[in-house]
């Protein structure tokens, strides 16, 4: 069950990061007056997908709480730095981001560090 809530943690932070990612381009650049930057935050603030990535790092929070009764800190945290790797390829596929050679050496370091660092 600890898995689960490993698992869990993971799926909320890469939805979160994925739907905020997602809704904020389309508010485009940060304004640069302070009065605007507060208006245009506020705004995006209200967007409920916005909130639901909030929702959703919450959950995760709660979730990764569960996680570390049962499971050692380091144990459980190289695992999920698979977030890394997910929120890498996922936003090359929905949002076309460049998928470089060092993303992809860097992705394979965090999964080799996963593997190694999660053994004892």
């Known amino acids: 069950m600890s898995y689960l809530y490993v698992a869990l943690t993971i799926f909320f932070t890469v939805y979160g990061q994925l739907v905020i990612k997602w809704q904020v381009a389309k508010y485009g650049a940060l304004p640069e007056l302070f009065s605007a930057k507060l208006l245009f935050l506020l705004k995006m603030m209200l967007n409920p997908w916005i909130v639901s990535g909030f929702f959703a790092a919450f959950f995760a929070a709660l979730c990764w709480m569960a996680a570390m009764t049962k499971l050692d800190l380091s144990h459980a945290y190289p695992?999920?730095?698979?977030?890394?790797?997910?929120?890498?390829?996922?936003?090359?596929?929905?949002f076309n981001e460049p998928l470089t050679w060092p993303k992809v050496v860097g992705m394979l370091l965090i999964m080799s560090g996963v593997i190694v660092g999660s053994q004892g």
């Open 79 to 94: 695992i999920v730095s698979l977030t890394f790797v997910i929120v890498i390829l996922a936003g090359s596929f929905m």
